[in-house]
Structures are given as structure tokens and as C-alpha cells.
T-cell receptor, first 113, second 109 residues
Framework: DARVTQTPRDKVTEMGQEVTMRCQPI?????VFWYRQTMMQGLELLAY????????DSGMPKDRFSAEMPDATLATLKIQPSEPRDSAVYFC???????????FGSGTRLTVV | SQQGEEDPQALSIQEGENATMNCSYK?????LQWYRQNSGRGLVHLIL?????REKHSGRLRVTLDTSKKSSSLLITASRAADTASYFC?????????FGKGTMLLVSP
């Protein structure tokens, strides 16, 4: 089965450090999403790309978060500097488009201490 | 926000029983989707129902959609312990999917 691959699986870092999360979407999917999941807020959309172009990043704190898709096989989410409130599970998902089901990766569990 | 809200928040049943979860949303949609999430894992797409459909089946899953009431239900028949998970509805009112907080389903052997 095709799958979305996320790395790292777990990340513990100190406040102020840079964190980079990577995602390999399913080949052929043209839409890639980044979501964040916390107990309090649930699943929140951070950003998404279509055909590698960023379409919406309004869910991201602009001063510290950045999302890029340097090529069709890689999407990245960077936090610099990280803060304890960024602790969450970050999911990447890909899809054929907005009217199709999404395939989610296993997530990156980020803990900022 | 057109975030869907699932009800109940938690549901505990015995194996073999049916489980019904409901989702309400606020604005018009093109489609509504249901996902399952096992503990510590990513979400898995279960079923998509379009706004012009009223009912859809997939194996032991039955989804209904009532756009006049802005609500949907997910029925899992003959539940199994392996169905233990959180279930989320997601709506696409504007563009991307917005997820509810989920229903935690516990199926006891």
C-alpha cells in the first residue's frame, strides 16, 4: 500500500532550538497538507500545497513556522525558534485534491522542553 | 468555523453490538468524510459522502447525510475489539477539510 512517510517519528528538543519535520507524500498526489493535533485544539490545519505551490498557510504562526515543498517528493515544516506550546503531534497528509480522501502519515510527536 | 462536532465524545460497547456516532456541522458542504485514528497513529480515511448522497455503505460501515439538518451519522455494525479507536468527521465547506474533536469508541471483548 502507498503511504505517506514522516520523519522523525519523535522529537524532543529544548526551547529555542530549530525543528525540521519532513514528509514524503504519495507519488501522484498533488495536494499536501500539514496538520497539528493537540488534546485541547484537536486537528488544526497549518498549511497546504497544490502542485508544490503554497495555497494557504494562515493556520501557521508566521514568525516562527515555515512550510516548503522543494520538490514533489518532499515537504518540510520548520519551527524556529521552538517553544513549549509547540508540543503536539504534527501530521502530513496528501491527496489527489480537495474532493478526495486524505492519506495521513504516522505523525511526528514533538516535545519542546 | 464550519468545524464538525461529533457526538457522543465517548462510547463504550460490547463486541457484536452496533456503534452509532453523529456529526453536526455549521455551513454548507461539498462532501463529508469520516476517519479513524488508532492510538498513536495517523488518521485513516473510511468513507466519503457527497452532498447529493443520502446514504453510503462500505463493509460494516454505514454513513448517512442529512444536509437539511447539517448532520451525518456513522454506524459500525457487529463491532469488534479492533474497532476501538477515535472516529472523526471532516467537512470541506470552504476548501480544505476541517475536523471535529472526535468520538472515542471502546469495544470490549
Amino acid at each position: 500500500d502507498a503511504r505517506v512517510t514522516q520523519t522523525p517519528r519523535d522529537k524532543v528538543t529544548e526551547m529555542g532550538q530549530e525543528v525540521t519535520m519532513r514528509c514524503q507524500p504519495i507519488l501522484g498526489h498533488n495536494t499536501v497538507f500539514w496538520y497539528r493535533q493537540t488534546m485541547m485544539q484537536g486537528l488544526e490545519l497549518l498549511a497546504y500545497f497544490r502542485n508544490r505551490a503554497p495555497l494557504d498557510d494562515s493556520g501557521m504562526p508566521k514568525d516562527r513556522f515555515s512550510a516548503e515543498m522543494p520538490d514533489a517528493t518532499l515537504a518540510t515544516l520548520k519551527i524556529q525558534p521552538s517553544e513549549p506550546r509547540d508540543s503536539a503531534v504534527y501530521f502530513c497528509a496528501s491527496s489527489f485534491g480537495l474532493t478526495y480522501g486524505y492519506t495521513f502519515g504516522s505523525g511526528t510527536r514533538l516535545t519542546v522542553v | 468555523s464550519q468545524q464538525g462536532e461529533e457526538d457522543p465524545q465517548a462510547l463504550s460497547i460490547q463486541e457484536g453490538e452496533n456503534a452509532t456516532m453523529n456529526c453536526s456541522y455549521k455551513t454548507s458542504i461539498n462532501n463529508l468524510q469520516w476517519y479513524r485514528q488508532n492510538s498513536g497513529r495517523g488518521l485513516v480515511h473510511l468513507i466519503l459522502i457527497r452532498s447529493n448522497e443520502r446514504e453510503k455503505h462500505s463493509g460494516r460501515l454505514r454513513v448517512t447525510l442529512d444536509t437539511s439538518k447539517k448532520s451525518s451519522s456513522l454506524l459500525i455494525t457487529a463491532s469488534r475489539a479492533a474497532d476501538t479507536a477515535s472516529y472523526f468527521c471532516a467537512t470541506d465547506g470552504n476548501s480544505t477539510l476541517t475536523f471535529g474533536k472526535g468520538t472515542m469508541l471502546l469495544v470490549s471483548p
